[in-house]
C-alpha cells in the first residue's frame, strides 16, 4: 500500500513539535500526528513560565552561568549558550503566535535574577492556546489527532516514514524527508508523576527501535513540591510560588532548608527535593509543608489562580493553611541525543523538547528552560531538515510491532512503577539499582514471551515504558560519581549531622 507523502512528519503536539510546524511550514507541507487530542501535552500543563533574560538587570551571561551551575558540569556549552542567546527571540516569537504574558518577570529556583516570564500559574497553557491555534490556521500543516505512532520508516539507513494507528482509520504510512519526535517526557515510568497520562517515552521507544543514540536518562528531575492529597494525584505547586515567598516547613513547623543549603528555598531543585526526602525519612513522616500563609491573599489567588482553585477544590486554603507537598517525577533530562540543530545519530531523524537530550539541562534542568529549549531546538531543527533530501519512499510494509493483551499491559505498567519508585528515585543505592535491573529486564523477557493483541495504545505504550526505564536504570548503573539528579546514597553519605533548631521563623 501506498505511503501518504509529506516534506516533514512530527510525533506529538506539544511546543516543541507545534513550534516545529510553524516553523517549517514556511518550505514544506508538514503533518503532525499527536495520539489524543492537539492540546493533550507536557506543555499544556506546565505552570512556572519560560527563563529568558528580559529583565534591565539581566543578562545571557547570567542566564548561562545559573544553566550550567544547575547543570552540575554535565551540560553541553554550544547548547547553553545558543538556548540563553536565543531566549529573547523566542519570546516575541510567542507573542507574534498571539501569546500573552505578564507585565513582570517571576522568580524561581537556581535563577540570580528575576527571568521567568509567564502567564499567571497557567503559561503552558496560553502558549498551547496560541501556538495550536496558530498551526490549525495553517493551510501547509494537517494536524492527525488520535494517531499512535508505531513505527519508524528505515529506507538505506535513513528514517523515510513512520506508521501510524489513526483512530477508526486504521494502520496508515505516510513518508518524508524528516521525522521529528517532540513526544514529550517519560513520567509514567514512575508511580508519581506531575506529567500528564500521555507522557509515556513514546519518542524513546520508537528512537531505540531505529538504533538512535539516547543518553543521560538516569538524570530524571523529581520535582520539590507536588501536592500530598489523597484524592488530588501528582498536582504541581508551582517552584513560583517559592520564588513569591513561601516557605518550606517540616512536621514540627521548622524550616528545614536552613540545613540543607545557603540558598534555602531556592536552592536548585535536586538540592530541595533530596532535602525534603531527607526531612521526610528524618522525621517519619509522609510530607512536608508550603507555607504561603504570610503571603498577601489577593495576591495569591490573581498570580496563582490554578493552584488557588485546585487546592480549594481538595479542601485546602492556602492563604490560611499550609500545603502538604512530597516531591514527585517531572522531567526527563536525557533523552535522544541531539546535535545543535535537533538531529539524532540516525539521518532522517530529529528530536526536540522533553524527550531530545541537546545537552542544555546537563544533570539538572534549571527551572523553566524547558519550553525555552523546545523553542529555540525545533526553530533550528526546521531549518535543518531543508538540507534533507526528498523521500522517494513509495511502498510500505505494514507490519505492526508488537501488541499485548491490556490487561498484561496494565500489570506490567504497575510493576514497573512500583519498582521504578521504590528503586529509582530521589535517593538510590546499589542494590536498588541492581534489583531495578534484573526486574526490569524480566519485565521485557515477559513483555516478549506475552501472546499478541489487537492493536491498544495503552499496550503499544507498555513497551515505550520498560524501554525508557531500562535505561534509567543502565544509566544510573553505570554513572559512578554523584551529579545534579543521580544521587546514590551508596556513593557518599548524606549530611545531616545534627538536629539543628531553625534560624529562620518557626
Ligand atoms: C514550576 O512551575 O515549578 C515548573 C517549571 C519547570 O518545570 O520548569
Same mark, same amino acid.
Given at each position: ?12 503536539? !506539544? ?5 516545529? $510546524? ?29 527563563? $529568558?533574560? =528580559? ?24 547548547? =547553553?549558550? +545558543?538556548? =540563553? ?47 495550536? !491555534? ?16 508505531? +513505527? ?87 517552584? $513560583? /510560588? ?38 521526610? +525519612?528524618?522525621?517519619?513522616? #509522609? ?20 493552584? #488557588? ?38 539521518? !532522517? ?100 514471551? /506475552?501472546?499478541? @493483541? ?11 515504558? /520498560?524501554? @525508557? ?14 551529579? !545534579? ?22
Amino acid at each position: 500500500m501506498k505511503a501518504e507523502a509529506f516534506d516533514y512528519l512530527v510525533v506529538g503536539s !506539544g511546543l516543541a513539535g507545534l513550534t516545529f $510546524a510553524i516553523r517549517a511550514s514556511e518550505h514544506g507541507r508538514v503533518a503532525v500526528l499527536t495520539k489524543a487530542s492537539i492540546t493533550d501535552s507536557n506543555t499544556s500543563w506546565a505552570q512556572g513560565g519560560i527563563a $529568558a533574560a =528580559v529583565g534591565e538587570s539581566d543578562d545571557w551571561q547570567l542566564h548561562e552561568e545559573d544553566t550550567l551551575q544547575a547543570g552540575g558540569g554535565v551540560c553541553d556549552p554550544a547548547a =547553553v549558550r +545558543k538556548l =540563553v542567546q536565543e531566549a529573547p527571540g523566542a519570546i516575541e516569537w510567542l507573542r507574534s503566535q498571539g501569546a500573552r504574558f505578564d507585565s513582570f518577570l517571576g522568580r524561581e529556583a537556581g535563577h540570580s535574577r528575576n527571568r521567568i516570564v509567564h502567564h499567571a500559574d497557567r503559561t503552558g497553557w496560553e502558549i498551547e492556546r496560541a501556538v495550536s !491555534g496558530a498551526v490549525r490556521a495553517n493551510p501547509n500543516i494537517i494536524v492527525y489527532e488520535n494517531a499512535f505512532v508505531t +513505527k519508524l520508516l528505515l529506507s538505506d539507513g535513513r528514517v523515510c516514514g513512520l506508521t501510524s494507528q489513526i483512530g477508526e482509520a486504521g494502520l496508515r504510512a505516510f513518508s518524508a524527508r524528516a521525522v521529528l519526535l517532540a513526544t514529550g517526557g517519560a513520567g509514567k515510568i514512575y508511580a508519581r508523576t506531575t506529567n500528564p497520562r500521555i507522557a509515556t517515552a513514546d519518542g524513546i521507544g520508537l528512537a531505540e527501535r531505529v538504533g538512535a543514540t539516547i543518553r543521560d536518562m538516569e538524570f530524571m528531575q523529581f520535582h520539590p513540591t507536588v501536592l500530598y492529597h489523597p484524592q488530588i494525584g501528582g498536582f504541581l505547586i508551582t517552584e $513560583a /510560588l517559592r520564588g513569591a515567598g513561601a516557605t518550606l516547613r517540616n512536621h514540627r513547623g521548622q524550616r528545614f532548608m536552613y540545613d540543607y543549603d545557603p540558598r534555602l528555598e531556592l536552592a536548585p531543585r535536586d538540592v530541595v527535593a533530596r532535602a525534603i526526602e531527607a526531612e521526610i +525519612k528524618h522525621l517519619a513522616t #509522609w510530607c512536608v509543608y508550603l507555607d504561603a500563609t504570610h503571603l498577601d491573599p489577593d495576591g495569591l489567588r490573581e498570580e496563582f489562580p490554578t493552584i #488557588w482553585s485546585h487546592l480549594r477544590a481538595g479542601g485546602i486554603e492556602m492563604e490560611k493553611e499550609w500545603i502538604p507537598v512530597t516531591p514527585a517525577q517531572h522531567y526527563s533530562c536525557g533523552g535522544v541525543e541531539t546535535d545543535l540543530d535537533g538531529r539524532s545519530s540516525v539521518p !532522517g531523524l530529529y528530536a526536540s523538547g522533553e524527550v531530545a537530550s541537546s545537552g542544555v539541562h546537563g544533570a539538572n534542568r534549571l527551572a523553566s528552560n524547558s519550553l525555552l529549549e523546545a523553542i529555540v531546538f525545533s526553530t533550528a531543527a526546521a531549518e535543518a531538515v531543508r538540507q534533507e533530501p526528498q523521500s522517494d519512499f513509495e511502498d510500505v510494509d505494514y507490519s505492526q510491532p508488537k501488541n499485548v493483551p491490556e490487561n498484561e499491559a496494565i500489570r506490567l505498567r504497575h510493576a514497573l512503577q512500583n519498582c521504578m519508585s521504590q528503586n529509582l528515585g530521589v535517593f538510590r543505592s546499589n542494590l536498588g539499582i541492581a534489583q531495578a535491573d534484573a526486574f526490569v529486564s524480566r519485565l521485557l523477557a515477559e513483555h516478549a514471551e /506475552l501472546p499478541t @493483541a489487537p492493536f491498544s495504545a495503552y499496550a503499544s505504550e507498555a513497551y515505550n515504558l /520498560l524501554v @525508557a526505564a531500562r535505561y534509567v536504570v543502565q544509566g544510573a548503573r553505570s554513572r559512578k560519581t554523584n551529579v !545534579g539528579l543521580h544521587y546514590n546514597a551508596d556513593l557518599v553519605t548524606l549530611s545531616r549531622e545534627t538536629e539543628v533548631e531553625p534560624a529562620g521563623p518557626a
